[in-house]
T-cell receptor
Framework: AQRVTQPEKLLSVFKGAPVELKCNYS??????LFWYVQYSRQRLQLLLRHISRESIKGFTADLNKGETSFHLKKPFAQEEDSAMYYCALGTYNQGGKLIFGQGTELSVKP | EAGVVQSPRYKIIEKKQPVAFWCNPISGHNTLYWYRQNLGQGPELLIR????????DSQLPKDRFSAERLKGVDSTLKIQPAELGDSAVYLC????????????FGQGTRLTVV
């Protein structure tokens, strides 16, 4: 079964602390992984994808096929990082679809 | 660029009534998605269009839900009749061409069925 699991519904850290939002996936094929973010009262938007291997707003994510994980990390959290974060799995069967995890709310306290 | 435009933003209806949502994707985007997001959950795909063709509607409850994308541009999603369990945020997204390109989301329509 194709599935994305984000084990934490809420992650609360202090400003300047490191952040790691966990994401595990289940997929038998070659996965394409994404992180989407939704800031308060804004629309859902792409943060980064694994194939581009880039850092966006200080966030990075490495695909670990052995552990089937795609954790999102940032060394020093900022208050403006507070948002809902969704990990998504892209599958090419059935013509392609994005399967989202349940989301993790990140709260960065001053 | 306005991005993906959805209307209405909010809708409250009584159960058994019909409701329709409208989506205008970004100009030039061939792929259009409708997602449903229940409270505390991630978005779940209802239907995906490539131009005017529905290429994946396996998750669409066809007994009460219908969708169309005439001329491969705007799209409407309809529920008839609505049930209490249909209360959710309905999201529309579009991308240039399928999964490999970034999906841009609209603001969503929050439906409350009472």
């Amino acid at each position: 079964a194709q599935r994305v699991t984000q084990p934490e519904k809420l992650l609360s850290v202090f400003k300047g602390a490191p952040v790691e939002l966990k994401c595990n996936y289940s997929y038998s094929g070659s996965p394409e992984l994404f992180w989407y973010v939704q800031y308060s009262r804004q629309r859902l938007q792409l943060l980064l994808r694994h194939i581009s291997r880039e850092s966006i707003k200080g966030f990075t994510a490495d695909l670990n096929k052995g552990e089937t994980s795609f954790h999102l990390k940032k060394p020093f959290a900022q208050e403006e990082d507070s948002a809902m974060y969704y990990c998504a799995l892209g599958t090419y069967n059935q013509g392609g679809k994005l399967i989202f995890g349940q989301g993790t709310e990140l709260s960065v306290k001053p | 660029e306005a991005g993906v435009v959805q209307s209405p933003r909010y809708k409250i209806i009584e159960k058994k009534q019909p409701v329709a949502f409208w989506c205008n994707p970004i100009s030039g985007h061939n792929t259009l998605y409708w997602y449903r997001q229940n409270l505390g959950q991630g978005p779940e795909l209802l239907i995906r269009y490539e131009n005017e063709e529905a290429v994946d509607d396996s998750q669409l409850p066809k007994d009460r839900f219908s969708a169309e994308r005439l001329k491969g541009v705007d799209s409407t999603l309809k529920i008839q009749p609505a049930e209490l369990g249909d209360s959710a945020v309905y999201l529309c997204a579009s991308s240039l061409e399928g999964l490999g390109t970034e999906a841009f989301f609209g603001q969503g329509t929050r439906l409350t069925v009472v």
